[in-house]
């Protein structure tokens, strides 16, 4: 939990020493596919969604077009990630068909350093920083294949956001859109596994096994999003203003 206050700090501090310089601020929602990766075993093919604040530099360069610009962005989502188990095989195996999941529901903010350049009427972006979740539910697979306790489940996990997209603002409109994927592996693990079931094939039984050093699992998120964000841009300001 100190973890996830540090990041909102983070993630405080910066948006608010870059409004000081931002020529455009503006928030919205995104969501869109999730595939949850594990370690050995199948892809969760999940959701998620997000709102998010970002404050922007006015946009810098030459006078042929070639601009960019940098700046801040905040997001909190629910991200529903996880893993699915073919009997307990992993890649290697033989069994091909598999409707067994180990699910788990995570609150994420996230802190990012985000950069633009025009290209016509879009403009490509690229974003990066650091990201915290918690875990506020789960469903595990207990099924005698896989394990024979209730491996541990972290509650809190570091890691990564790192992504890009494009997107379109609408000319003198408050609206943007944009579509964008990103990867997010955590640092700390998710899963902590102890004690695992071994068959036996002479004895046709099973024993327990204790995994020692425990076996840690990790998320890696792969996510597509599409989004739409309302843009508060200083010139309208200007514009009110000198309507009066």
């Given amino acids: 939990m100190k973890a996830i ?30 595939i949850g990766l594990q370690k050995e075993l199948y892809p969760l093919v999940s959701y998620h969604g997000d709102i998010f604040y970002e404050s922007l530099t006015e946009w810098k360069g030459d006078t042929e077009g070639k601009q960019s610009r940098i700046g801040f962005v905040g997001q909190l989502g629910y991200h529903r990630k996880g893993v699915s188990y073919t ?33 016509g009427k879009f403009a490509p972006y690229w974003a990066g920083g650091i990201r ?12 005698g294949q896989v394990n024979v306790a209730q491996p541990q489940v972290n509650r809190v996990m570091l890691g990564f956001w790192l992504g890009g997209g494009i997107e379109w603002e609408a000319p003198k409109s408050p609206f943007g859109f944009f579509i964008e994927i990103n990867v997010s592996p955590d640092l700390t693990p998710q899963v902590v596994k102890r004690e695992r079931l071994v068959f036996n094939q ?9 995994i020692n050093p425990a076996e840690k699992i990790l998320n890696i998120a792969l996510e597509v999003s599409a989004g739409v964000k309302f843009i508060n841009r200083p010139e309208w300001e200007d514009e009110i203003l000198e309507a009066f």
């Fill in 87 to 119: 009997n307990g095989r992993s890649f290697g195996g033989n069994a091909a068909n598999y409707s067994i999941e180990d699910v788990f529901h995570n609150i994420s903010v996230a802190a990012l350093l985000k950069g633009s350049y025009q290209w």
């Fill in 5 to 34: 206050l540090l990041l909102i700090a983070i993630l405080f501090c910066c948006s608010t020493s870059n409004i000081l310089l931002a020529q455009q601020t503006g928030f919205g929602v995104k969501g869109g596919l999730t």
């Fill in 132 to 143: 915290g979740d918690v875990t506020v539910d789960f469903d595990l697979v207990s099924d």
């Fill in 202 to 210: 002479s004895t046709g039984l099973y024993s327990v096994a204790y």
